[in-house]
């Protein structure tokens, strides 16, 4: 195992990927394991919770930090009036947000908030802060129960099984019952209007039934206003579609973007390999390169080659070939 399928390893016990731990270790996308329940939460959380609604401060009850990185923080909390345990996501300065980025989280709260799906992450409530900052309450993942060193991410799943090298020795139905539990909240998502343009391994949480669950909806829109032509550069290089990145003329995204990524999502659950960005003809490129078809396995269980062959055609560059919506 390399270098970086350890970190990923490390990434699968924790909770978001890409906050610092709390201790101020730099260790890039993790951050340390939930803290237990009893443990007492860091005096500054007061701070930044007695700026919550009255009503929000009655019902959540902090003991803990989850992780913290750039603007953004998430909390453990134990919620009085259900009596579980959630994930509370917000800003951790709030007076640190100009109007432009504070209307962008607000963007996000609402898109999350209007996806209602058995596997979307589900999202408990929201509001705003004093200072008119979003927050919200979500599930806690926290892995399968009874297993302490169970993945709760995709990343640290595939991580985990790197080990197996041949395509023959890998759970199949289990990664594929995975892809088409990820497809069904895609589509979900699609029919309600809603792109998601960064479906990658670390955006996919498994949930305590092992249960995917979609994600970071950091940079979802709605389709209509990001289908013609932006100036935005949106996705994770390797796993976005090239029309996201620039590379087929002015940024834009539709539902065959994710579509696209999906592709290179199976392709990597299938063979264990991650996308590498390779240049294409004509210019530089930061897309995955394209060769539809040449990674199907004879292992893959009966009645899901079709499924197989038409996502591995969704990675068509241009577009043309690509199924419109998720398998």
Same mark, same amino acid.
Not at 100 to 119: D, F, K, Q, V
Not at 201 to 225: M, R, T
Not at 227 to 250: K, S
Not at 253 to 276: A, C, K
């Given at each position: 195992?390399?270098?970086?399928?350890?970190?990923?390893?490390?990434?699968?016990?924790?909770?978001?990927?890409?906050?610092?731990?709390?201790?101020?270790?730099?260790?890039?996308? $993790?951050?340390?394991?939930?803290?237990?329940?009893?443990?007492?939460?860091?005096?500054?959380?007061?701070?930044?919770?007695?700026?919550?609604?009255?009503?929000?401060?009655?019902?959540?009850?902090?003991?803990?930090?989850?992780?913290?990185?750039?603007?953004?923080?998430?909390?453990?909390?134990? %919620?009085?009036?259900?009596?579980?345990?959630?994930?509370?996501?917000?800003?951790?300065?709030?007076?640190?947000?100009?109007?432009?980025?504070?209307?962008?989280?607000?963007?996000?709260?609402?898109?999350?908030?209007?996806?209602?799906?058995?596997?979307?992450?589900?999202?408990?409530?929201?509001?705003?802060?004093?200072?008119?900052?979003?927050?919200?309450?979500?599930?806690?993942?926290?892995?399968?129960?009874?297993?302490? %060193?169970?993945?709760?991410?995709?990343?640290?799943?595939?991580?985990?099984?790197?080990?197996?090298?041949?395509?023959?020795?890998?759970?199949?139905?289990?990664?594929?019952? $995975?892809?088409?539990?990820?497809?069904?909240?895609?589509?979900?998502?699609?029919?309600?209007?809603?792109?998601?343009?960064?479906?990658?391994?670390?955006?996919?949480?498994?949930?305590?039934?092992?249960?995917?669950?979609?994600? %970071?909806?950091?940079?979802?829109?709605?389709?209509?206003?990001?289908?013609?032509? $932006?100036?935005?550069?949106?996705?994770?290089?390797?796993?976005?579609?090239?029309?996201?990145?620039?590379?087929?003329?002015?940024?834009?995204?539709?539902?065959?973007?994710?579509?696209?990524?999906?592709?290179?999502?199976?392709?990597?659950?299938? $063979?264990?390999?991650?996308?590498?960005?390779?240049?294409?003809?004509?210019?530089?490129?930061?897309?995955?390169?394209?060769?539809?078809?040449?990674?199907?396995?004879?292992?893959?269980?009966?009645?899901?080659?079709?499924?197989?062959?038409?996502?591995?055609?969704?990675?068509?560059?241009?577009?043309? %070939?690509?199924?419109?919506?998720?398998?």
């Amino acid at each position: 195992m390399d270098r970086d399928d350890k970190d990923r390893a490390a990434a699968s016990l924790d909770l978001y990927a890409g906050l610092e731990r709390p201790d101020g270790a730099k260790t890039p996308g $993790t951050v340390s394991p939930p803290a237990p329940s009893r443990s007492v939460p860091p005096h500054w959380t007061g701070q930044l919770t007695s700026n919550f609604p009255r009503a929000i401060r009655d019902r959540y009850e902090v003991r803990g930090v989850l992780g913290e990185g750039g603007m953004g923080i998430v909390l453990e909390a134990h %919620d009085v009036r259900m009596g579980r345990s959630v994930a509370i996501k917000g800003v951790r300065d709030p007076r640190s947000l100009d109007a432009a980025r504070r209307e962008r989280l607000l963007g996000e709260a609402r898109i999350h908030a209007r996806l209602t799906h058995p596997n979307i992450l589900p999202v408990y409530d929201s509001w705003t802060d004093v200072h008119g900052n979003p927050w919200c309450s979500m599930l806690r993942v926290s892995g399968v129960p009874g297993r302490p %060193d169970a993945a709760v991410s995709l990343a640290g799943r595939l991580a985990a099984l790197r080990h197996l090298g041949e395509i023959e020795a890998r759970p199949m139905g289990e990664l594929l019952q $995975t892809f088409l539990q990820v497809c069904r909240g895609v589509t979900h998502a699609h029919r309600t209007g809603i792109v998601h343009r960064d479906l990658k391994p670390d955006n996919v949480l498994l949930g305590p039934s092992g249960e995917a669950l979609i994600a %970071d909806w950091g940079l979802a829109a709605d389709v209509d206003l990001v289908r013609d032509e $932006t100036n935005e550069m949106v996705g994770t290089p390797g796993y976005a579609a090239p029309e996201q990145l620039g590379e087929l003329g002015p940024p834009r995204s539709d539902e065959r973007s994710d579509v696209y990524s999906l592709g290179i999502l199976l392709e990597e659950l299938v $063979t264990g390999v991650g996308p590498s960005p390779a240049p294409a003809s004509g210019g530089p490129s930061t897309t995955s390169q394209v060769s539809p078809g040449r990674w199907l396995p004879e292992r893959v269980p009966q009645g899901a080659p079709p499924l197989v062959l038409r996502t591995g055609r969704s990675r068509d560059r241009g577009g043309r %070939d690509r199924l419109h919506h998720a398998p």
